[in-house]
């Protein structure tokens, strides 16, 4: 299944870096199957994505952004409510800093993918065929199932079905580009980022037998003095 996706600005976050936010040169894994399941979701399906296509050259641009370094946090709101405390808010001006965001500028994708189900019929109806029709009638009509996005969500993706075939697609890129490390899927039981050595080959970011592994994060162990 081919989904053509594009839009001005896209952010796809390196988690290497800190509070600066720099994006990876093309749309990750992760993003992809984000912007699918967007587009249809449903417990029972399970989204990969295959081929991710690199339309538009790569274009960067640094912005800087007014943001705060404090958020209202889950305990604060517990602990008001039991004491029934009605102030919860928060002075952006104290805590108000400027970051900067290296992002990505006119963006144009091609996403390859696939789905799987966990069932094979859903009252009584083939749940394959169910999720093919409902999801090329949304591809028609621009429904979806949440605003699909780039990275933030103030970064709107627009997306279409792709109605040519593979052969047809045309990229800006010849040859092999090393991406190097690039975030793949994230194990949410362990918090752990699933990581890949991204190879662009001629505009192909090609995902069906890539080699993951897990980047475990060293914690730091405290030293006496």
Request: glycine share 6%; proline share 4%; aromatic share 10%.
């Amino acid at each position: 299944m081919l989904i053509e996706v594009w839009g001005e600005w896209a952010c796809f976050t390196r988690p290497e870096f800190g509070a600066e936010r720099v994006s990876y040169d093309v749309m990750t894994p992760s993003a992809a199957r984000g912007i699918v399941e967007a587009i249809y979701w449903h417990p029972n399906v399970q989204w990969t994505i295959d081929r991710i296509f690199v339309l538009n050259p790569i274009k960067k641009m640094n912005i800087k952004r007014n943001e705060v370094s404090e958020k209202i946090s889950s305990r604060s709101i517990q602990a008001a409510i039991r004491s029934h405390k009605t102030d919860l808010s928060l002075n952006p001006e104290a805590c108000r800093q400027q970051r900067n965001t290296l992002l990505l500028k006119d963006v144009h994708y091609i996403i390859d993918a696939h789905f799987t189900t966990s069932v094979e019929v859903d009252h009584g109806i083939n749940m394959t065929g169910k999720v093919m029709n409902i999801f090329k009638r949304r591809l028609k009509q621009g429904g979806c199932y949440s605003e699909p996005y780039f990275g933030f969500k103030e970064f709107t993706a627009n997306f279409q079905a792709y109605e040519g075939r593979i052969s047809d697609i045309q990229t800006p890129f010849e040859g092999i580009k090393e991406l190097g490390l690039m975030h793949y899927d994230r194990d949410y039981r362990t918090n752990t980022p699933i990581m890949f050595n991204a190879i662009l080959n001629n505009g192909c970011l090609d995902l069906r037998d890539v080699q993951t592994f897990r980047l475990e994060l060293q914690k730091e162990v405290p030293t006496c003095s």
